[in-house]
């Protein structure tokens, strides 16, 4: 999705408010701004905060550092901004995050990644958003395979959130498939040339393999890119993402080929919700521990109920996605503290 477009801007605008007083000045610390997903929801973050008026948005960048994050904390708790929201930096020292903030009494939302002692978070359910695109692609092996299900899972170890994607991934496969086999499983490290790499290792020593699994857009994208290289038979692969966060992946996902899934993630939504919950918390309305943003399996035949493609982009349609239905309480959830 491209920025500041008129568009999305009346995308964000059909949806209503919450009411009270307006925070000033938000600030946002990402865990690292070049990626797709982050560069939507940091987008959509200044539409909805411009939507209640507030007057900035002030965003730093950790780029995958937890003494960066803690860093840029300080610098936007000195530049008195109301409300923080942060993306947590896996890492043993990620408590100092809920506790900086404490200690400056600013209200914290958190986005993706749970930390102890947190008031609020706005994230997916990993592991059973990673089920229902696992299930999609057990039905589909079913179908197309014979039943035979051998995968490739370009995966991201360190960050447990990414992982139960894959964990959810191969058991809802196999809910379909029992005897399906994970032949390997690689760090991609969400970067697509690092996934192509590694993808073309396994698929040059494993030909059985017949499904490849990418935790996120990257990953996926890496794993496309090593299937066309290698000149592999694409009637005989199956791809399924995770994320749908751009309009390439829109694009690849609509002109048909290996890559048939992905679960759509909606980082529209989460940036959207993410003001919602600051502005709830300036006010001292409660909130829920985890705000649970909805996901879904999509593919070429159900994409455009959930965007719009225009001369601009792809736009959501705010109002189908909310109307998706979500987790009460995720199946599995980890603390990013130790």
Same mark, same amino acid.
């Given at each position: ?12 605008? @059909? ?40 007057? @900035? ?56 990644? *749970? ?132 309009? @390439? ?17 909606? *980082? ?17 309305? *409660? ?13 070429? @035949? ?37």
């Amino acid at each position: 999705m491209s920025q500041n477009l008129p568009s999305i801007k009346s995308a964000v605008r @059909e949806l209503p408010t919450i009411s009270g007083k307006i925070p000033e000045k938000i600030g946002y610390v990402v865990n690292y701004s070049f990626h797709i997903w982050y560069k939507v929801v940091m987008n959509v973050m200044r539409e909805r905060a411009a939507q209640y008026g507030i007057s @900035e948005v002030n965003i730093r960048d950790a780029k995958m550092d937890i003494q960066t994050e803690l860093e840029a904390m300080d610098e936007l708790i000195e530049e008195k901004v109301d409300i923080l929201i942060v993306t947590p930096v896996v890492s043993p020292e990620v408590h100092q995050i809920v506790h900086k903030a404490v200690k400056a009494g600013i209200p914290l939302v958190l986005e993706a990644n *749970p930390v102890e002692g947190m008031t609020t978070m706005v994230a997916i359910c990993d592991y059973d958003a990673g089920v229902k695109v696992g299930k999609w692609a057990g039905e589909y092996t079913r179908q197309h395979f014979g039943g035979m299900a051998n995968i490739l899972d370009i995966a991201y170890p360190p960050l447990r959130p990414c992982l139960m994607r894959s964990e959810g991934f191969l058991a809802g496969l196999r809910s379909v498939i029992p005897n399906a086999r994970l032949v390997d499983r690689v760090n991609g490290e969400a970067m697509v040339e690092t996934s192509c790499e590694l993808a073309k290792e396994v698929l040059q020593r494993n030909l059985e393999v017949n499904i490849v699994f990418g935790m996120d857009d990257e990953s996926i994208h890496g794993g496309l890119k090593a299937v066309e290289e290698m000149e592999i038979n694409t009637e005989n692969i199956l791809l399924a993402g995770f994320g749908m966060a751009g309009d @390439e992946d829109k694009d690849h996902l609509m002109k048909g080929g290996p890559w048939k899934v992905s679960t759509a993630m909606f *980082p529209e939504w989460v940036g959207l919700r993410c003001v919602d919950q600051a502005v709830r918390l300036y006010n001292g309305i *409660p909130v829920d521990k985890h705000e649970v943003t909805p996901t879904f399996p999509v593919t070429k @035949e159900n994409l455009t109920e959930y965007y719009i493609k225009t001369i601009e982009g792809w736009i959501p349609k705010f109002k189908a996605i909310a109307k998706i239905e979500r987790e009460e309480v995720c199946s599995k959830i980890q603390l990013s503290s130790p």
